[in-house]
């Protein structure tokens, strides 16, 4: 009954922007006590994180993306973003959502999965 629904995925340029969105329907206990965050796997790598913010606010990105995306949250619409911009063609991948307890951003068999949303940077 749980879901996290991730959207806003897509085709882009390189040096394009992208806003992603997950959306929690259904209800996950304490959600506001949680944080979220957003992960990516390409063809033939690993799941890696991307960004996450905790419940009080905490974030913390990825060397690759600081400078170019933003992670925020909307507690009020159980509603996180991935705001995405100067793209570049190794950003290709799948983006999925989490939302966990704590901060442990390396571990990927922690809390709830969404089922992702591709996004591709090309010419």
């Known amino acids: 009954q749980v879901q996290l629904v991730e959207s806003g995925g897509g085709l882009v340029q390189p040096g394009g922007s992208l806003r992603l969105s997950c959306v929690a329907s259904?209800?996950?206990?304490?959600?506001?006590?949680?944080?979220w965050g957003w992960y990516r796997q390409a063809p033939g790598k690993q799941r890696e994180l991307v960004a996450g913010?905790?419940?009080?606010?905490?974030?913390n990105y990825a060397d690759f993306v600081k400078g170019r995306f933003t992670i925020s949250r909307d507690n009020a619409k159980n509603t996180a973003y991935l705001q995405m911009n100067s793209l570049k063609p190794e950003d290709t991948a799948v983006y999925y959502c989490?939302?966990?307890?704590?901060?442990?951003?390396?571990?990927?068999?922690?809390?709830?999965w969404g089922q992702g949303t591709q996004v591709t940077v090309s010419s």
């Open positions: 989490n939302v966990r307890y704590g901060s442990s951003w390396s571990r990927v068999d922690f809390g709830y």
């Open positions: 259904g209800s996950i206990a304490n959600i506001n006590a949680r944080g």
């Open positions: 913010i905790t419940s009080g606010g905490s974030i």
